[in-house]
C-alpha cells in the first residue's frame, strides 16, 4: 500500500514570490493536516482538511491557505513568502476525524525562502 | 491549551542497550491519545507507539514499550536491545478526542546509538 506522498521534495523561492505544495493520502484516508516544521521552532500544526471542507487551523497568517480535493488530495498555498517560511513542511493522513484515527505522514517538501 | 515537554535534547547509547526518553505533557482533558513518531535523516516521520488515556495497560510494539503515568502526566518510550536504525529524532505527541484533530508536538529528543 503507497504511504502519503508529497510533491516537490524541494522548492526554491524568493521573498514575495508564492509557493504551492501538494499532499496526496493514503488510499481510504480522507483528512489530511498540515505541519511546519522550522529550525528552533519545532513542528506547528498548520491545517486540517477532511471531507473537502477546512476543520481547523493553526496560528498562522492567512496567506497561508489551502484545499483539500474531491479525491482527497491536498495543496497548501503560501503567499508573500517571507525569509521564515523557510522550513520542512509535512503532509499526513488519517481515516475519517470521526473514527480519531492515527495521522501518518509523507516525506516533506522542504521550503527554502531566498 | 495542551503542551508537551522533553527535557533531554539530546541522548546517545551504545547498540544492544536500553534507553527511555522522557515526555511529560500538560492538558485539562481526561481523554486524548499519546504517540511517539521518529524521525531518523531521512526526514520521514514514522509512527511508533500510540497510547490510549483511557487504557490502563501500556503499549508495546516489539522493542518498543511505553510507561504512561496518567495522574502524574508522564509518557517515556523505552527502547530495548537498540539498534543502529533506532539513531532518530523522536517527537512525542498528544491528541484530544474531542474537537480538533491534530497533534500537539515535543520538541524532540534527538537519539544516537553508537556501534
Redesign the interface.
Known amino acids: 500500500e503507497a504511504g502519503v506522498t508529497q510533491s516537490p521534495t524541494h522548492l526554491i523561492k524568493t521573498r514575495g514570490q508564492q509557493a504551492t505544495l501538494r499532499c496526496s493520502p493514503i488510499s481510504g484516508h480522507t ?1 489530511v ?1 498540515w ?1 511546519q516544521q522550522a529550525l528552533g521552532l ?2 506547528q ?1 498548520l491545517l ?1 482538511y ?1 471531507e473537502g471542507e477546512e ?2 487551523r ?1 496560528n498562522f497568517p492567512p496567506r497561508f491557505s489551502g484545499r483539500q480535493f474531491p479525491n482527497y488530495s491536498s495543496e497548501l498555498n503560501v503567499n508573500a513568502l517571507e525569509l521564515e517560511d523557510s522550513a ?1 513542511y ?1 503532509c ?1 493522513s ?1 481515516f475519517s ?1 470521526a473514527k ?1 484515527e ?7 517538501t522542504r521550503l527554502l525562502v531566498l | 491549551a495542551q503542551t508537551v515537554t522533553q527535557s533531554q535534547p539530546e541522548m546517545s547509547v551504545q547498540e544492544a542497550e536500553t534507553v527511555t526518553l522522557s515526555c511529560t505533557y500538560d492538558t485539562s482533558e481526561n481523554n486524548y491519545y499519546l504517540f511517539w513518531y521518529k524521525q531518523p535523516p531521512s526526514r520521514q516521520m514514522i509512527l511508533v507507539i500510540r497510547q490510549e488515556a483511557y487504557k490502563q495497560q501500556n503499549a508495546t510494539e516489539n522493542r518498543f514499550s511505553v510507561n504512561f503515568q496518567k495522574a502524574a502526566k508522564s509518557f517515556s518510550l523505552k527502547i530495548s536491545d537498540s539498534q543502529l536504525g533506532d539513531t532518530a529524532m523522536y517527537f512525542c505527541a498528544f491528541m484530544k478526542i474531542q474537537g480538533a484533530q491534530k497533534l500537539v508536538f515535543g520538541q524532540g529528543t534527538r537519539l544516537t546509538i553508537n556501534p
Open positions: 483528512s493536516y505541519y519545532g513542528l500544526f486540517w477532511d476543520r481547523n493553526g520542512l509535512l499526513a488519517s476525524h480519531q492515527t495521522q501518518y505522514f509523507g516525506p516533506g
